[in-house]
């Protein structure tokens, strides 16, 4: 439910909606969301001075039910 979410919230805020991808990976703690868009929508997701991501990663910790969740966002481009 959490990445259903997060994907909408971001895909309401980029230029490229078809390219964003939110994947989950368990961790020893909780969970970790990762986020990637297009290069030129890293911006708009980060927002100035981070606020937007700041917002994201404070609408899905409501979300979590007081569970653990870390957001990472990252362009399409970063090889992991």
Same mark, same amino acid.
């Given at each position: 439910m959490?990445?259903?979410?997060?994907e909408?919230?971001? $895909?309401?805020? !980029?230029?490229?909606?078809?390219?964003?991808?939110?994947?989950?990976?368990k961790?020893?703690?909780?969970?970790?969301?990762? !986020?990637r868009v297009?290069?030129?929508?890293?911006?708009k997701?980060?927002?100035?001075?981070?606020r937007?991501? $700041?917002a994201?990663?404070?609408? !899905?910790?409501?979300?979590?039910?007081? $569970?653990?969740?870390?957001?990472?966002?990252?362009?399409l481009?970063?090889?992991?």
């Amino acid at each position: 439910m959490l990445e259903e979410a997060l994907e909408h919230l971001v $895909k309401g805020i !980029v230029e490229h909606p078809d390219e964003v991808q939110v994947r989950a990976r368990k961790i020893r703690t909780g969970r970790v969301l990762e !986020v990637r868009v297009h290069p030129e929508d890293l911006g708009k997701v980060i927002g100035r001075g981070g606020r937007t991501a $700041k917002a994201l990663r404070t609408v !899905v910790n409501a979300l979590a039910d007081g $569970k653990y969740v870390r957001v990472d966002l990252v362009d399409l481009n970063e090889a992991r």
